[in-house]
């Protein structure tokens, strides 16, 4: 199984650390791959196209996406890995969002809950996710249901 995470931006210190405790902890292959915010979100997009041109599967997160459950989210990840889907790329926009023709061009639209996160906190978040997906899928009782 392999991850790749593009993100606009970098992490403070807080975050990174936080980020990391779960990133580590991940089986999987996993890479980050950080890009400059530039405040424009085409220039955003090509640098995060760029970076996933090898994926064959793109999942954007974004406020309009999906509402999954960990469980749902885990048996979608395992069943993707299961039909050879790899690696996923997992994409993070800047402050100002993902463009909209990169969200099209997503295979699936993830959205972390109902409330809006910043881009460095939904790193983090979907971190964690993934490594409970791991653990769901390894029937590890981290996630208690």
Do not use: N
Not at 11 to 29: D, S
Not at 95 to 119: E, N
């Amino acid at each position: 199984m392999e991850i790749i995470l593009a993100a606009v931006g970098r992490l403070k210190a807080e975050e990174a650390a936080l980020f990391q405790r779960y990133w580590q902890r991940l089986r999987w292959k996993a890479r980050l791959v950080e890009l400059p915010e530039k405040g424009d979100k085409a220039q955003e997009a090509k640098a995060l196209e760029k970076a996933c041109t090898a994926c064959p599967l793109w999942v954007c997160l974004d406020e309009r996406g999906q509402d999954w459950d960990s469980p749902r989210f885990a048996s979608w990840l395992g069943r993707e890995f299961e039909a050879g889907h790899k690696p996923i790329a997992f994409m993070i926009g800047g402050a100002a969002g993902l463009a909209p023709d990169l969200q099209q061009r997503a295979q699936v639209k993830l959205r972390l809950g109902a409330m809006t996160w910043p881009h460095q906190i939904a790193r983090v978040l979907l971190a964690e996710q993934l490594y409970r997906a791991q653990t769901i899928l390894d029937g590890h009782p981290y996630h208690k249901v």
